[in-house]
């Protein structure tokens, strides 16, 4: 466990399956396609994006959900030699669904849709006989389960009650485990605020009836000075030297008063022990994310292979193409408010970044946008006018909207984002959030090599504690109108 976040950047309700091939986790993607990343790792140590679930907006149908509906807290499951994957897509989506494929990395199924299971956060086991048992949260009732026919999705009886938790609130997340003679029912409770944890129930049987842990919640960090807080919506995973340990998501917040976390809420990895029966988790610690460096130079007619590339409720060949000019996205009047923008994004991954983009807006209006919700965002656009390209910084805010302007000269221009965690000291600035500064200059020979600040924000407002999306900062470019030629993107982070 060398590096935690071992899932840096928003990869909420992390769920792990072991295969001949190594283990396999899967997180959380609410309205951003493709959705259900599939990351691998040969040791539990490197971890790579292999794939996506749903490459497609009819797998999830998630085009007119809203925010913070869509795609939630998955189950990965092996089995047989056929990878499992069991998903809520809430608010107006597709409903509990499962998927299937050989292969992790992809190609999945379309997925069939099981109508009894009605809450969040579906969850699947079999017992001795192979039967398929479905176990979900239904707010504010207690853990329901159901026996379901999963090559149909029929249920083979009524939801039924099966734990009403350890007594905190609002019991989800349940991940169902058979280990020896007993049933192991781990589930979060406490919100998935400062008061999440993980608890633990267990039965002889996987209906129950189940049996609260003396020592419940088996982890949480409220209350406590750690530097990971939020722990919560675990999922367990069998060591390789032996041993057991868990994945679950937390959030790691900044300044002297520990109060905003930029990424959202992240995928960590932390020691389990075993005693009387019963698990006993130790809370993760941050070891550390490693230093990163990206570039990307579009204009040798390069396309979006890496794939980290997301777009918001719609996949980003809907509006980017490479040309021999630079990448292309097509503007559709939509802009950084809408449900739909045409927003190629990436989830920011370290505490500080730096962000740099040089556009040709000549024949449209664009920009670079980082990204919490429709009504939580923070970007530079640009836009031809005459002579001069005029630059206006935006900063969203619940609504609240307020703009910087400038311009420079015709050309390109390059727009950066740089973000950096607050004093650690009991400066004034350690209060709030980390230092945000837009900035922009001229890209092009015997242009101004200097960045223009155009201005500085504290990023408390878009911090998970404020922006309340589910999510975390997304960076990336948008076109507003017209077309925008996005000629190179950088990306530098580091903790």
């Not at 140590?45 to 795609?71: F, N, S």
């Not at 802009?335 to 807006?361: I, K, N, W, Y």
């Amino acid at each position: 466990m060398n590096s935690n976040p071992i899932l840096s950047g928003f990869n909420p309700d992390p769920s792990i399956a072991t295969s001949p091939e190594g283990y396999y986790v899967v997180t959380s993607s609410f309205e951003y396609l493709p959705g259900l990343p599939v990351y691998h790792s040969p040791d539990l140590e490197r971890w790579q994006l292999v794939g996506h679930v749903a490459t497609r907006e009819e797998q999830v149908r998630i085009a007119k959900v809203p925010t913070p509906g869509g795609v939630w807290a998955p189950t990965l499951r092996y089995r047989d030699g056929l990878f499992y994957l069991i998903v809520s897509v809430f608010l107006g989506g597709r409903g509990c669904v499962v998927f299937t494929a050989t292969d992790p990395a992809g190609p999945w199924s379309d997925g069939t849709v099981i109508e009894a299971v009605d809450g969040i956060d579906p969850d699947l086991a079999w017992d001795d006989d192979g039967t398929a048992y479905v176990t979900f949260a239904r707010h504010p009732d207690a853990i329901q389960q159901v026996r379901v026919d999963l090559e149909t999705g029929e249920a083979l009886e009524q939801p039924r009650a099966l734990w009403s938790g350890s007594g905190l609130y609002s019991p989800e997340g349940p991940h169902l485990y058979r280990r020896g003679d007993w049933w192991y029912l781990l589930a979060a409770e406490g919100g998935t605020d400062r008061g999440h944890a993980v608890t633990v129930a267990r039965s002889r049987h996987p209906e129950g009836p189940f049996e609260s842990a003396p020592h419940n919640p088996i982890l949480t960090a409220a209350g406590t000075g750690s530097p990971v807080q939020n722990t919560g919506h675990a999922d367990l995973v069998d060591l390789p030297g032996g041993g057991t340990a868990m994945v679950l998501l937390g959030v790691r917040p900044l300044g002297l008063a520990k109060s905003f976390s930029p990424l959202g809420r992240e995928a960590f990895l932390t020691a389990v022990d075993w005693a009387d029966g019963w698990p006993h988790a130790r809370l993760p610690r941050v070891t550390g994310g490693r230093p990163e460096e990206c570039e990307y130079d579009f204009s040798n007619g390069a396309g979006l292979e890496d794939p980290q590339w997301i777009g918001v409720r719609r996949v980003p060949a809907e509006f980017s193409a490479p040309t021999s000019k630079g990448l292309l996205l097509t503007g559709e009047g939509s802009t950084m408010g809408s449900a739909r923008p045409c927003f190629l994004a990436q989830r920011q991954r370290h505490l500080g970044m730096e962000f740099r983009a040089v556009l040709d807006v000549a024949a449209g209006a664009g920009g670079i946008a980082v990204r919490n919700a429709e009504d939580n965002w923070f970007g530079i656009e640009a836009a031809q006018d005459g002579g001069s390209v005029r630059i206006t910084a935006r900063a969203v805010v619940a609504g609240f909207d307020r703009t910087w302007e400038t311009t420079v000269p015709s050309g390109d221009v390059e727009l950066a984002i740089v973000a950096s965690p607050p004093p650690s000291d009991f400066s004034a600035g350690a209060v709030g959030g980390d230092r945000i500064r837009l900035l922009v200059r001229s890209s092009g020979p015997g242009r101004n090599p200097d960045d223009e600040l155009l201005t500085e924000l504290d990023g408390r407002h878009w911090a998970f504690e404020t922006a309340k999306g589910f999510t975390g900062r997304a960076f990336g470019v948008f076109a507003v109108d017209g077309e925008v030629l996005v000629r190179r993107l950088s990306y530098r982070g580091k903790d």
